[in-house]
């Protein structure tokens, strides 16, 4: 598996399956060059295709390229980011000697995205309808799931055919602090809640795999606590 | 893009990136070839490249392959699918006739899966810890987002990590309907909750396109309601 270095590389040769899923990390400092009409639509048609219960596709998109709705965006995501990381911050364990380098250039990126969310060429929001997933028979109600198991994996497509085509994203969700706020600026009604906002930008950075426990750690074979090497 | 006809075709010409996500379908037909350990670790690995806010990584795998245990769960899914199927088609609205076909399909498809869920060869639970996305700051507490935008990204990454491999697979969570049985089952303790239960095999079906809405028909752009051809 190698490192994608460039948009530009990355377009003449696009990733495996595999190695894209592996190299697509959050990429938080993202170019203002507008992102092709066409590279959008197949990147929302790649969203279209994940999966839902009973195939109900719940989500809509909203793709924001107007100036003054990103801008917009952006203050909203500036406030509610400041809000976030204070708190997080004074609650969040101190880091381990190993991890402080990685920590601060995450906190770095994490805080250039919130200064300059609304300059990213192109923002989608992923809507969803407030719909129960709940069913009933004669012994009482059922729950089958909730119904963001059907709306966060066409979000992941959506990250990872950015990727594809070169383009940076980051999952956001801290603006939720002001949802209503983000409602009224895409003037998107009740009956739908923002359940991501995606912020699509040619990265200045590099795409690349992504800090994350050893997998060995995470995984039990065949009963709880059963863990083996890799 | 070209539908993939086998596993064996696709091991010796993985898809591109976005061409895996848009041939990944939910597939319910499974052989019962055993899937080699490193294909599975491999899958592991791309879900643990899943984003999660502040890289918490709430989630963990649970591979079960022991005969005895699949079976276990594959009772637990027949009876609970057989629930939620008898209390869907009691409220689902009647199909347009030009879908029709492919819902009898789909149908047929899901009760084939209902009984034969344990002769999968492999079944991955994902469980993720039980924690709150909550903080608070001098003004309230914060919604910045569910937990579940933490762990079902990761979710999609193995499904499509199986499809690089030719592992085809469905994403399910009608077991929860008798949730406390499959944590049982598995020894998950309730600190954790089952969020996906992924049965994998070599598909006896074909990859491909799975039907949806067209995708100019749920995206609106800069503003609600703001749609347009593609």
Redesign the interface.
């Known amino acids: 598996m190698t490192e994608q270095p460039s948009s530009v590389a990355n377009q003449n040769n696009?990733?495996?399956?595999?190695?894209?899923?592996?190299t697509?990390?959050?990429l938080r400092r993202l170019s203002t060059t507008p992102i092709p009409e066409d590279v959008l639509?197949?990147i929302?048609?790649?969203?279209?295709?994940?999966?839902s219960?009973?195939?109900i596709?719940p989500?809509?998109?909203?793709?924001?390229?107007?100036e003054a709705?990103r801008r917009g965006l952006g203050e909203i995501y500036s406030r509610t980011y400041a809000?976030?990381e204070?708190?997080?911050l004074?609650?969040?364990p101190p880091q381990r000697p190993e991890n402080e380098a990685s920590w601060q250039r995450?906190l770095a990126a994490s805080r250039h995205l919130a200064q300059h969310f609304g300059e990213s060429p192109a923002i989608i929001a992923i809507a969803m309808a407030d719909i129960s997933m709940e069913?009933?028979?004669e012994?009482g109600p059922?729950?089958?799931?909730?119904a963001?198991?059907s709306?966060?994996?066409a979000?992941?497509?959506l990250?990872?055919?950015a990727?594809?085509?070169g383009v940076g994203t980051?999952?956001t969700?801290?603006y939720?602090?002001e949802?209503d706020a983000v409602r009224d600026c895409?003037?998107?009604?009740k009956t739908h809640q923002v359940?991501?906002l995606l912020p699509l930008g040619y990265p200045l950075g590099k795409f690349g795999?992504?800090?994350?426990?050893p997998?060995e750690t995470?995984?039990?074979?065949?009963?709880?606590?059963n863990k083996r090497a890799?």
């Open positions: 696009p990733p495996t399956l595999l190695d894209g899923i592996m697509t990390r959050a639509w197949e929302l048609a790649a969203g279209q295709q994940g999966p219960g009973g195939n596709q989500w809509q998109f909203l793709v924001v390229r107007d709705t809000r976030y204070k708190a997080m004074a609650v969040a995450t069913l009933t028979d012994y059922l729950d089958v799931g909730t963001f198991a709306a966060y994996p979000v992941q497509n990250i990872l055919a990727r594809h085509h980051a999952l969700t801290v939720r602090i949802h895409l003037s998107i009604p359940i991501a795999v992504a800090k994350r426990r997998v995470v995984t039990h074979w065949d009963s709880w606590g890799r």
